[in-house]
């Protein structure tokens, strides 16, 4: 085995041949829940309330002998069926498009480059590259490795990691085996170090597949929303089902005909069972989630959705999410002199500063994945090449990794002429000033000289050597003698987005807290530059350490930064946020932010730069590791809640008058007015506004402009209830108005029923309208494009002119046609019947 890879000579595969294998073998994936088939979707549908109450209707007017009727109910079976249908494969298609999305991603070498795939599409020969918190994305045999060791507990049940050395005659894979093989398997973990390895088994080939088990999926998960929903349709329909049951009893007896009876109970029960509830939220929450990976952010868990829009506190991690992560040497301090970089990066770098940038580079990994380290590795290629300082030759020896204790590491070499050590080490300067055993007077002055390059906003880096001729190195860094060499200061600009998010977050009431490893002059900086508040308060890392809880819970509520900050004590912040009642969303991206992640209520994981591992702790991944797309998910996780509630409002303020205008006349034994076969006309106008036209109503004006809701509160709540029964009874007060009216007038019960309904119609579009906002007026929502509402009124117009002109609609309907001034008066009070609603929103707006 090598002691070190030059990646830069591994072609990998051509991306044309890897392609041609990805067609030949299919993606790297195991079957999860696929689209249900047309019929499972028929079973589903044939199980609905609605469906069974539709037939039970049917078979009533078969037995009159009414085949007509019969036949028209059940044929609107199949036109339940294709609305149930299209919600299906939306529903189907959004979801499949985030699976695609949470696939665990793999680094391979393609045509000489390193490209980030989705795992399901490596392929067998591909070379994948692994790191410490990646997921194995297909079974490999490695040829190179470093310290590696996984856990692959999946497979065996074994929790304890399994040590691997790599093998370059080894071409075949084999069963899982014992320590030190060169074989690693898909779906486990990386646990430490580094491999790279060559793909020798994908999908059902692999020893996941082998034994039948699936990959983690993305699945539709049952949210308290949901279960709430669930609750309230749950008693509904327990009170329909008695009402029902009383309506058929009374109006039988009363009128002696049993077969409308049963028709007046069956459409009371069609008249009162919401059950567009849960296709309102299982749609809402699918597409929401669809809608938020547009904007970069995977939702891996639905509930997450909800939570959103009661965040009160985002936790965000400074490198990467507030900056660019593009690293470049800014400037450099030895001997006592500073150099800008900045400023004379076209000059040749001083010879007294060669020292620095040489054992910087020393203490990287020779091909890195850190972005600080790739930026020193970078200038090095660029202005140290025709120097000593760059030793290619050299091989690591051994690694001293950072530790809570010391924030620094170091990395032994071994010259392959003299055979000695040399160490070169980096990290905090107070880490690396500790590690020279520094005088108080030096480190004071050296605190000084960093003081100026972090108020410039800088990231700053300590750099020490020495050298070791003894055979047996010592387990710690701290046993060398090392010298200070200098300092290295790394700049990293501000995301040009993330000043107006904050701005944004902080109308909208959410406070912004960032979490840093950086010293806290540069942290002090980044903040005044994204305007953060209160940017010259800060907590230190070794602060937290000594804080009692309490202390903690008292003093985070006023401090937004926290430097030198390791990732173990992102959790200890995770839980005072908690404890004093914040909703809190945290970002991280490596191994050790897991716990505070799944701690968080919402773990907001890197998709760029993170690892495997916080991904799947997170509730929510960043694929392009910005901050405003945190800001931008809030607000559609807003948007989604929002429109939930409006078309719950909706929903049960329609169905108000149409079970009162099923049960008033049988209360009073007058003519039936609502048959079966209008409320299934009803509900093709109902179940569309509900699912299309308010799921694809645009944000409110103001919805990042008021606090986060209080996640106590249920979704039924007294407000939104009485709004609906409000909207709902003057909706019931004007059809039944119009109704009594046209009885009073001797109009025929078959007229009379004509315009009762086309009232109800035109006070429907009217709820639709005046529910799409509750802070617009009617006017300025009209000018809000939705696509959708229009299609939906538009068809209902078109179906309603149908219904009541073509002789042979009109005689299944029991309807005479009305002449165009009772349309014109039907079109005016049924209007006016929900629209007054838009006049209420008018006055709120008035000074």
């Known amino acids: ?171 075949s894979i084999a069963r899982p085996c014992g320590d030190n093989t060169p074989f690693v398997y898909s779906g486990t973990l990386i646990v430490q170090g580094q491999g790279v390895g060559r793909v020798e088994a994908v999908a059902f080939d692999t020893e996941l597949g082998k034994i039948g088990k699936s990959l983690q999926t993305l699945h539709l998960q049952r949210t308290p929303l949901q279960a709430e929903t669930a609750k309230m349709v749950r008693n509904l329909a327990i009170i329909g089902l008695s009402l029902c049951i009383i309506v058929v009893v009374a109006y039988s007896l009363a009128q002696h005909n049993w077969s409308d009876g049963f028709l007046a109970g069956l459409t009371l029960a069609m008249s009162i069972l919401p059950e567009e509830l849960p296709v309102i939220l299982t749609i809402f929450l699918a597409i929401g989630a669809w809608r938020m990976s547009q904007k970069h952010v995977l939702a891996r868990r639905i509930p997450v959705v909800e939570t959103l829009g009661a965040a009160t506190v985002l936790c965000v991690d400074k490198t990467g999410t507030l900056t660019m992560n593009q690293m470049s040497v800014g400037m450099v301090f030895a001997d006592g002199d500073f150099y800008d970089l900045r400023q004379k990066n076209v000059m040749p770098l001083p010879e007294k500063f060669h020292d620095v940038l040489e054992y910087g580079i020393l203490a990287s990994k020779r091909n890195p994945f850190d972005p600080t380290e790739k930026a020193l590795k970078q200038y090095g290629d660029q202005n140290l090449s025709d120097t000593e300082h760059l030793h290619h030759d050299w091989n690591v020896v051994q690694e001293y990794p950072l530790s809570h204790d010391l924030l620094a590491l170091s990395y032994v070499w071994q010259d392959k002429q003299s055979r000695d050590y040399v160490i070169a080490a980096k990290g905090a300067p107070e880490a690396i000033a500790d590690l020279c055993h520094l005088n108080e007077n030096r480190t004071a002055d050296i605190a000084e000289k960093v003081t100026v390059m972090t108020n410039e906003g800088m990231r700053v880096l300590g750099i020490a050597k020495t050298s070791f001729k003894e055979r047996i190195l010592p387990k710690q860094q701290h046993d060398f003698e090392f010298t200070f060499v200098g300092l290295v ?9 993330v000043p107006d998010a904050v701005r944004e977050c902080y109308k909208a009431g959410i406070r912004i807290i960032m979490i840093t490893g950086d010293h806290p002059g540069t942290a002090r900086s980044i903040a005044r530059q994204i305007e953060l508040d209160s940017p010259d308060l800060f907590i230190t890392g070794p602060e937290l350490d000594k804080m009692q809880d309490n202390q903690l819970q008292e003093r985070i509520k006023s401090v937004n930064i926290f430097a030198r900050v390791i990732p173990e004590q992102k959790l200890q912040l995770v839980k005072a946020l908690k404890a004093n009642g914040e909703i809190v969303a945290m970002t991280g991206d490596g191994v050790n932010d897991a716990p505070a992640l799944k701690s968080a209520h919402i773990g907001v994981a890197m998709g760029a730069r993170g690892t495997d591992v916080a991904r799947e702790a997170a509730s929510l991944v960043l694929l392009d590791d910005n901050f405003s797309s945190i800001e931008q998910a809030v607000k559609i996780g807003r948007q989604i809640y929002d429109n939930i509630k409006k078309a719950v409002v909706y929903t049960f303020a329609i169905h108000v008058p149409i079970a009162g205008m099923s049960l008033i006349p049988v209360l009073m034994e007058w003519p039936l007015v609502l048959l079966p076969v209008h409320i299934v006309f009803l509900e093709l106008i109902i179940d569309p506004a509900c699912s299309i036209v308010f799921e694809a109503e645009p944000p409110e004006s103001d919805i990042m402009n008021r606090p986060p809701r209080n996640p106590k509160q249920p979704l039924f709540n007294k407000r939104m209830i009485n709004m609906s029964l409000l909207q709902g009874f003057s909706v019931l007060g004007v059809v039944l108005a119009v109704f009594i009216i046209s ?103 008035q000074p």
């Open 743 to 845: 009885r009073y007038m001797n109009k025929t019960a078959e007229l009379a029923r004509a315009l009762t309904f086309t009232t109800l119609i035109f006070a429907n579009l009217g709820l639709i309208m005046v529910n799409r906002s509750w802070s617009r007026t009617i006017l300025s929502t009209l000018r809000v494009p939705n696509t959708a509402f229009w299609w939906v009124s538009s068809a209902a117009v078109v179906l309603l002119a149908l219904v009541l002109y073509v002789p042979f609609l009109e005689a299944i309907f029991k309807f005479a046609s009305p002449n165009a001034g009772e349309l014109l008066i039907c079109f005016a009070l049924g209007t006016s019947g929900a629209l007054w609603f838009g006049f209420v929103k008018l006055l709120k707006k």
């Open 1 to 171: 085995m090598p002691g070190d890879l030059n990646i830069e000579n591994i072609r990998g595969l051509p991306e044309e041949e890897a392609q041609k294998r990805l067609l030949r073998d299919g993606y790297n994936e195991l079957p999860s829940s696929k689209p249900r088939s047309i019929f499972a979707i028929t079973f589903d549908v044939v199980r609905e309330p609605m469906f069974l109450l539709l037939v039970a209707c049917g078979v009533i007017y078969l037995l009159m002998g009414d085949v007509r009727d019969a036949s028209l109910l059940l044929g609107f079976v199949f036109v339940v069926m294709g609305i149930t249908l299209y919600q299906e494969r939306r529903t189907e298609r959004a979801l499949e498009a985030l699976r695609n999305l949470s696939s665990p991603r793999a680094l391979v070498i393609r045509d000489g480059l390193q490209k980030r795939i989705a795992g399901r599409d490596v392929v067998k020969g591909d070379i994948v590259m692994l790191a410490e918190g990646d997921r194995v994305p297909a079974d490999a045999v490695l040829f190179w490795s470093r310290n590696l060791t996984t856990d692959e507990s999946l497979l065996t049940g074994e929790s304890q990691a399994v040590p691997k050395i790599a093998n370059e005659d080894i071409t």
């Open 489 to 497: 200061a790394l700049a990293d600009p501000v995301r040009p987005q």
